[in-house]
Each structure stands twice: as C-alpha cells, then as structure tokens.
C-alpha cells in the first residue's frame, strides 16, 4: 500500500528555518504531481508547492520567494525548505501525491506540525 511519510516539522522562532521531508514508498515517477499542503488552526486546508510531472514547480502566492520544493528522486523524497517562518506560517503540513491513471486519486500523509513563535 503507498504510503507517504512527512518529518521534519517543529517548533521554531519567526524567522527561522525548517526542511520538511515526505518519503514516498513507491518511486516519485509514478505520480502526477507531489507536493505540500498545510492546514493553519481552525481554517481550511490550503496549497503550498508541488511539482507536476517531474519537473514543473508551482507555488502559491503566499510562499513564494520563502519556500522552496524540490526532489530526491534515487530516494523517493520530496522537500520543503522553509525559510523566513512567520507565526501565520504555524500549521499542520501534509504531503500530497496524485495520481492521474487509472483513476484519479489523491494520497495523503499523516501531517507534520510546524509551530512558529514570534
């Protein structure tokens, strides 16, 4: 069964730094896209960073120029360099994969806290 592993979060004072890893038990090729997606207290899941068909890079708005997504493909992990941290930035982070064949399907990790202090 595929599974998705996140680590790497923590408590952290603003304007620090976190790298969030997201080991995949199958090889990343087979997926659509991966990525992060994180969920601030009380609010709505929302789209951080993924890469799309191996190679293209999308972010959201809110993280762009301060996070960064990147991949260890021998390794099946997926990164989130968190630079700049901000208190707002404080969430649960949860690592994303899609499948497009044969049937569209989303898989989730289990989620990483990250708590940022100001």
């Known amino acids: 069964q595929l599974q998705l592993v996140e680590s790497g979060g923590g408590l952290v004072q603003s304007a620090g730094s976190l790298r969030l890893s997201c080991a995949a038990s199958t090889t990343l090729g087979s997926f659509y896209s991966i990525g992060w997606y994180r969920q601030p207290p009380g609010k709505l899941r929302e789209f951080l960073a993924s890469i799309v068909t191996g190679s293209i890079t999308k972010y959201a708005d809110s993280i762009k120029g301060r996070f960064t997504i990147s991949a260890d493909n021998a390794n099946n992990i997926v990164y989130l360099q968190m630079n700049s941290l901000k208190p707002e930035d404080t969430a649960v982070y949860y690592c994303?994969?899609?499948?497009?064949?044969?049937?569209?399907?989303?898989?989730w990790g289990q989620g990483t806290q990250v708590t940022v202090s100001s």
């Open positions: 994303n994969a899609n499948r497009r064949f044969p049937n569209n399907v989303d898989y």
